[in-house]
């Protein structure tokens, strides 16, 4: 917690911060873009089997000429119980005997009927070509699709784990700039993919690299800010994140062609690598890592870029290393992911933060990577979501800071339930009520999670942070896997998947108490710091309190 006096003298939110969130915001706007590309790429369009007398232009059963393609429709697909075109099935001959009746309809389990063995027939009114369309990801092989999205997400879980301790191993910056070209790379490629294999394969590649360029980018900006601003800079990290849902809103919009959507969003990723060679390593991780000489090169040049002359004159190594001295002393030793439970405090919160993040995810999820369940309309949902999830997290911000970390997070949480349990009970066709309510639950589960990655950054000491985002994200990446699956669920129980949505924040509301609370505290740097978190806490809970009380 030291290092928290050295940032103060060089200072803790000016113009080399400022310079540093120029460089990162942009990369951050176009990489959640990848994490829900599948709503658009993969998107399910209305669909029916081919037919011979209507689709094939060269032959035509039609004898009379005056049957209009409506009518051989009829003929041609069975209807369902909603009395519209079976998408799956197709009549095994042409059922001509359906001309002559008089508004009746017959018993359609006595007529035969096959599978769609000529393929299928896809309205291309709302994109002229997806994955879906492309291999035909639809009827017996529909479950691919909940597959893709999953899988994209398993690779988000293990490039976290291994980036994660490769991150505190080697430093934010180069496991950094290594994804964003991995991104680009992958990404650029996926446009090319001949088949579904190749499209899964790459995919996995680019999940991998889309969390760690995400907390990488956080540690790079949060590392350098001053404890009381800490929150502001994060709601704006978030901000950028629901900006880039509103792009990926308009940009699948313009682009209806997946192929082309996705380089759109791929080919960026060349030009950030390129960029990212400018922002500036953490000096705080330097430290603790025992690379107090290079730590302190990034402390002079920070100090003269927020135009602290008189600072860089006094800030040598033997200062920083009395400053230092218990980090220092703490850097000899390697750590690992095994040190996270090695000690109760840091143990406790471990489990505590994973339950909770996984509880929060899954709602969250649940709602983004489902936006045609609420309409038609996904592109304009996208960009609602995007522009309310902007609003939600800057009003959070004021509770968030002046009310304290814990209760706004548990009063978003509760929010979240509350507006998928009640969607559970409006019917299909109200679709502005079901829209709203799935607006308020999106807008409150993203301003939990801007209040949960401030709780957690301060609870989670530097030289393990990046190995417990790692771990984070485990429990992130779960809850986002499983998010789409849960959906199967429907041939069960229709309601099953959003009841399981709604009561896991209402569940994790309360578990928030057994955290401590961390307004205006400074992130801890060590272990030992957080064991120490008590004393540290009633310490500067009195000099809070004095300095109350001596100023009226």
Known sequence: MAFEELLDKVGGLGKFQILQMALILPSLMIVVCHSLLENFTAAVPGHRCWVHILDNATVSDNDTGILSPDVLLRLSIPVDSNLKPEKCRRFLHPQWQLLHLNGTLPNMTDLDTEPCVDGWVYDHSLFSSTIVTEWDLVCDQQSQKPLIQSLVMVGILVGGLIYGHLSDRFGRKLILRCCLLQLAISGTCTTF??????????????????????????????????????????????????????????????????????????????????????????????????????????????????????????????????????????????????????????????????????????????????????????????????????????????????????????????????????????????????????????????????????????????IVRAKAAGLDLLANRCAAALAPLLMTLVVYLPPLPWIIYGMCPIIAAPVLLLLPETRNLPLPDTIQDVENNKKFSRTVNEKDLYIKVTKF
């Open 193 to 462: 993919a001949p088949n579904i294999f190749i499209y899964c394969l790459l995919r996995f590649l680019s999940g991998c690299s889309i969390a760690v360029i995400i907390t990488n980018n956080c540690f790079l900006i949060i590392e350098w800010t001053r404890s009381q601003s800490k929150g502001m800079v994060l709601t704006l990290i978030y901000c950028a994140l629901s900006i880039g849902q509103m792009i990926l809103g308009g940009l699948a919009f313009v682009f209806r062609e997946w192929r082309t959507l996705q380089l759109v969003v791929s080919v960026p990723f060349f030009a950030f690598f390129l960029s990212s060679r400018w922002l500036v390593e953490s000096s705080r991780w330097l430290i603790i890592t025992n690379k107090p000489d290079e730590g302190l090169k990034e402390l002079k040049m920070v100090a003269h870029r927020n135009g602290m002359k008189n600072v860089e004159e006094t800030l040598n190594l033997e200062g920083l290393r009395a400053t230092m001295q218990e980090e220092l002393e703490t850097a000899q030793s390697r750590t690992t992911i095994f040190d996270l439970f090695r000690t109760p405090n840091l143990r406790k919160r471990i489990y505590l933060l994973s339950f909770v993040r996984f509880a929060s995810t899954l709602p969250f999820f649940g709602i983004i990577v489902n936006l045609q369940h609420f309409g038609s309309n996904i592109f304009l949902f996208q960009v609602i979501f995007g522009a309310l999830t902007i609003s939600v997290r800057c009003l959070a911000l004021y509770p968030l800071n002046n009310v304290g970390r814990r209760p706004t997070e548990m009063f978003f949480l509760f929010l979240v339930g509350l507006s998928i349990l009640i969607n559970m009970f409006v019917p299909q066709d109200m679709q502005t009520l079901r829209v709203i309510l799935a607006s308020v639950g999106i807008g409150c589960v993203a301003a939990s999670h801007t209040c949960f990655s401030v709780h957690q950054s301060e609870l989670l000491p530097t």
